[in-house]
Structure formats: C-alpha cells, structure tokens
C-alpha cells in the first residue's frame, strides 16, 4: 500500500549524468539535522534527523521536470492531477540517519532511486497511512524512531542504473532510514495533488 515500482523511466544516459552531476555537487552539500519531534502545522511529523541535501542541477531539474516521468507517475499512482515539485539528493554517511516522518505536504508522491548500489532499505509503516501526529508520537513513544518489530517493514529504492523508480506516498505513510554503516546518495524528486 502506498508504493509502486515504475519501470524502464530512466534511461542509463540520465542515470549517469545525474551521478557525476551529484559526484561534482558532493561539497556543496548541505547538512539537514535536528534533534527533536515535532508535529509540523501541515501535517507532516519529523523525529530526529542527520544527513544532507544536495542541490539539483540540470540534469535533476531536468528529470524532476519531465513529461514522460510525470505521465508515468500519473499513471502508475492513479492520481492525475500530479505536478512536479523539484528534487534533490540526499546524501548519508557513516551514522547518518532519518528516524520515522512524513515528508511535507507537498510530497504528495515521492519518486526516488538509489545512486550508490546496495543502498540500505528504508522503514515503512503502511498500516500507519494518514495517521495522526498525536498516532506517531505514541508509535516513537512505545518502538523509537527506529521501529522494527509488529506491522513495520521494509521498502528497498531501485538502484537508477536498472532505470526503474519508487514512487511512494512519502506525506502519508511513515517512513524512516536506520544509521548507515557506509555511505550512500538517494535522489528524490516530489509530486503534489492539486
């Protein structure tokens, strides 16, 4: 519930021009982390974070802004009133995380394929689609922001270079990253409902 595979979307010349395009933009970094939970005014929900964005370039912008894509997106989530929102890379390190939130509003539908291989999976919560913040704060309370054990599972990102995508609802369905043990690049780009 709440994710779908969408095939052959990414050719291999856009893959690799999106990797050197965030291998020159690694520097430029820039860090994304907090401490705290926090229920935010549009409905989405933050636990502690530590990782880092880096900026699209043309080659992002480029995908984040395609017709193909968008079309693809449409089809495969049944929403057709998507627009793309813009992207990004997140960036992970050794030890970094992303303990359980739900993306902003306007992240209606998250896209997203792994730039480095054997990128970690995800947590996923889907039994927790549209749950309150008053929900997640006891789910933190009673597993942390690393839930395992009960309903919570796993949802891997493709790695790009097999040019498929994730296409998750990333404002409605509870999602984390565990600490990393090595590092790793995730490009997201995101959809909102009009």
């Known amino acids: ?3 779908v595979v969408i095939p052959g979307v990414l050719s ?3 893959f ?10 690694l520097g430029q970094a820039v860090p994304h982390a907090h401490d705290h939970t926090a229920a935010h005014r549009d409905g989405s929900f933050a636990t502690p974070v530590h990782c880092a964005f880096v900026e699209p370039g043309p080659a992002l912008e480029a995908l984040a802004y395609d017709k193909e894509l968008l079309s693809a997106v449409r089809e495969y989530t049944g929403i057709p009133r998507l627009v793309p929102r813009g992207g990004a890379v997140v960036r992970y390190r050794e030890g970094d995380f992303q303990g359980l939130h739900l993306d902003s509003i306007k ?4 896209v997203a394929f792994a730039l480095t291989v054997n990128l970690p999976a995800m947590g996923w919560a889907p039994h927790l689609y549209n749950a309150s913040s008053d929900v997640l704060g006891k ?3 009673d597993h942390g ?11 891997r990102h493709p790695y790009g270079e097999e ?8 404002y409605s369905v509870p999602h984390w990253r565990r600490p990393m043990t090595g590092e790793g ?5 995101e959809f909102f409902d009009l």
């Open 1 to 3: 519930m709440g994710t």
């Open 12 to 14: 291999a010349d856009r």
């Open 16 to 25: 690799a021009a999106i990797k050197s395009e965030a291998a020159e933009r």
């Open 107 to 110: 992240s209606t539908v998250t």
């Open 139 to 141: 789910v933190v309370a």
């Open 145 to 155: 922001i690393f839930p395992e054990r009960g309903e919570f599972t796993a949802l």
């Open 163 to 170: 040019g498929a995508v994730r296409a998750f609802a990333g």
């Open 185 to 189: 690049l995730l490009v997201t780009v």
